[in-house]
């Protein structure tokens, strides 16, 4: 085989590689963008369901209150058991509210403060071991 056909050849196989190499990155992407669109509708499907439990579990807690103040005024009057059940809400509010705040206290400002220091720890071994060097 002469020089040139080998040449035109090799010519061919890589203008052949490159198109197939091309076609096959195309596809990854196609790929990659429908893999993508399952997963945002599923994410998106998820969030949806689970604010319908939230939203559901709401009235369950609400039934629950009543049914609760219910059993309560079998033994007090009416009045009385909704006040009751009103105040151990009230408590559980301010308990679970005061829960949060401190939590909030100690969560800002929102600076990785040991990270840092760890950083300034790191930085500071290192210049010295340059100046012993």
């Not at 151990?88 to 909030?104: P, Q, T």
């Amino acid at each position: 085989m002469a020089t040139g056909a080998r040449e035109r050849g090799l010519g061919a196989a890589v203008r052949r590689v490159a198109g197939h190499t091309s076609a096959l990155a195309r596809l990854e992407l196609e790929l990659a963008r429908l893999q993508l669109k399952q997963k945002v509708v599923s994410l998106g499907l998820g969030a949806g369901l689970l604010i319908g439990a939230g939203v559901f579990g709401l009235f369950l807690v609400g039934f629950g209150l009543a049914a609760l103040a219910a059993g309560i005024a079998t033994v007090v009057p009416v009045w009385a058991a909704l006040l009751t059940v009103t105040g151990a809400l009230a408590l559980l509010i301010a308990f679970l509210a005061a829960l949060g705040l401190n939590r909030l206290k100690k969560g800002t400002p929102p600076v990785p403060t040991q990270a840092i220091d760890e950083a300034r720890k790191t930085v500071e071994a290192l210049r010295s071991s340059n100046v012993h060097r």
